[in-house]
Structure formats: C-alpha cells, structure tokens
Antibody, heavy 120, light 112 residues
C-alpha cells in the first residue's frame, strides 16, 4: 500500500514561493500506473485540486492557479514536488499530496497534509 | 468549472439512524466513455480525506456496506443505512469528469 508524506516550510512570506515535497513509499514514483497530485484546504474550508503530475513529467494544472504552479517528479528520490509562486494570505491552507491509480481522477491515497501559513 | 452543490451542509443524526447527503452538479457528469465519475470522500476531524465510493456507486475496499452511493447525470446521493460513531466528520462529493476536477463544499455529519 502506498504511503505519502508531505514536507516543507510551514511559514512562507507574501510574494515568495511556496515549495513542498511529497515522499512516496510502498511504490515507485516512476510507475506508469500512478498520477501524483496536490490538493489544498484553507482552514475551515473545502478542498481544491491544485494539479497533478505523471512520472513522465506531464502536468495537469488547475487553470485558476496555472500561472503560479510548477509540479515535477524526482525519480531517484521517489518524490514529487509543488512550487506555488507569488503567494498571498489566500494561499494559507493544509496542502495534501495524493495518488491516483491508473487515471488522474481517483485520489486513492492521501498524505497526512501539511499546514502552510503565508504571513510576514 | 463544474460546480458541485451539497445539501445539507450540516447533518445531525442519532446513532443507528439512517443519513442521506445530496450532491448536485452544474453539468452532467457522464463522460464521453459512458462512465460517470462521481466520488465520495470522508474526512474525520484532524485527518486527511479518505475515498469511500468511486464512479457513483462502487465502494472502496474496507468501506462498510452501510455506505451506498447512487444517482445519475447531475444528481447523486450518499446514504448511510445506520450511522455509527466513527461516521462523524465531513463528507465531500467530487467530480472527475471535467478538468479541473472539483469538490462539493462538504457536509458535516455529527451525532445528536
């Protein structure tokens, strides 16, 4: 069974870039069977799909965030990452990484989530 | 984007009683391959979401059979036949038919 764990700074200053990494265990990041995604949840609010990345590097970004998002895969480290630029307080949220088996749309396994606060 | 609207937003239920959550989409969720990509997730307090049901009515492994999903087109329902204490938390529907995939605003189930 896959396990995913997010890591990265819990505090980011406005206008800077948020950077998170998701470490995958129990499976290979280069598997052709999985898509790797990021979803966020502002405090007390609902879920928003930020985007996903395939092992090949193909990315699928939410158009609402596309201009600020970069996702990538690090095969040797069995990790994938999220970068969100020019952050504001509205980007304060719990960020989850998740996997989708065979198709992008499923979100089978989730990490525990990490809270990122945007504040000076 | 496809807007997912859930009701009710708050659902107080007595233990052992049934519960039902409605999810409506702003567009049909029938994909070009004929499938309807509507998932249900459950998020317990302080935990990450866990998928319960995919493609409208397919229960995930380990999900009790008191959970069932139904619906078609733009109207979907999640039913719990007999609520147990471990069912508290927030339930989200999610459409996987049209990118960007979107979630409902969530229904908070609590025990009366």
């Amino acid at each position: 069974q896959l396990q995913l764990q997010e890591s990265g700074p819990g505090l980011v200053k406005p206008s800077e870039t948020l950077s998170l990494t998701c470490t995958v265990s129990g499976g290979s990041i280069s598997s052709t069977s999985y898509y790797w995604g990021w979803i966020r949840q502002p405090p007390g609010k609902g879920l928003e799909w930020i985007g996903s990345v395939y092992y090949s590097g193909t990315t699928y970004y939410n158009p609402s965030l596309k201009s600020r998002v970069t996702m990538s895969v690090d095969t040797p480290k069995n990790q994938f990452s999220l970068k969100l630029s020019s952050v504001t307080a509205a980007d304060t949220a719990v960020y989850y990484c998740a996997s989708s088996y065979l198709e992008l749309r499923y979100l089978d396994y989730w990490g525990q989530g990490t809270l990122v606060t945007v504040s000076s | 984007d496809v807007v997912m609207t859930q009701s009710p937003l708050s659902l107080p239920v007595t233990l052992g009683q049934p519960a039902s959550i409605s999810c409506r989409s702003s567009q049909s969720l029938v994909y070009s391959d004929g499938n309807t990509y509507l998932n249900w997730f459950h998020q317990r307090p302080g935990q990450s979401p866990r998928r319960l049901i995919y493609k409208v009515s397919n229960r995930d492994s380990g999900v009790p059979d008191r959970f069932s999903g139904s619906g078609s087109g733009t109207n979907f329902i999640l039913k719990i036949s007999r609520v147990e204490a471990e069912d508290v938390g927030v339930y989200y529907c999610m459409q996987g038919t049209q990118w960007p995939y979107t979630f409902g605003q969530g229904t908070k189930l609590e025990i009366k």
